[in-house]
């Protein structure tokens, strides 16, 4: 079992920057890890996936402006966000699947935590 905790979360203004975490139960060094973000009423879309060998995969809508990595230690995943829009606001989180295909679906993930809300005004 993997357990994911989300923070890191908040209220900014537009253009500014948030960095998220996601701290792992485990060593996540077998999983893709992913984050998805949800708007109140919105289906949940992915933001950005990173496999075991490191490659990343962004949503055209972040790309330039997010980045996803991890700590040496492959326990914690981060999301930094930089130049926020007002169309970023949303609950984001954290998930993992067992192997190095990190698909931006939601339903192929197995492991979520709770999120954390991002909030961006204009």
């Known amino acids: 079992q993997v357990q994911l905790v989300e923070s890191g979360g908040g209220s900014v203004q537009a253009g500014g920057s948030l960095r998220l975490s996601c701290a792992a139960s485990?060593?996540?060094?077998?999983?893709?890890m992913a984050w998805f973000r949800q708007a109140p009423g919105k289906e949940r879309e992915a933001v950005a996936a990173?496999?075991?060998?490191?490659?990343?995969t962004y949503a055209d809508s972040v790309k330039g402006r997010f980045t996803i990595s991890k700590d040496n230690a492959e326990k914690t995943l981060y999301l930094q966000m930089n130049s926020l829009k007002p169309e970023d606001t949303a609950m984001y989180y954290c998930?993992?699947?067992?192997?190095?295909?990190?698909?931006?679906?939601?339903?192929?993930?197995?492991?979520w935590g709770q999120g954390t809300q991002v909030t961006v005004s204009s």
């Open positions: 485990r060593y996540m060094g077998n999983y893709c």
């Open positions: 990173k496999d075991i060998s490191g490659s990343t």
């Open positions: 998930a993992a699947r067992p192997g190095g295909y990190c698909p931006l679906r939601s339903n192929e993930y197995n492991y």
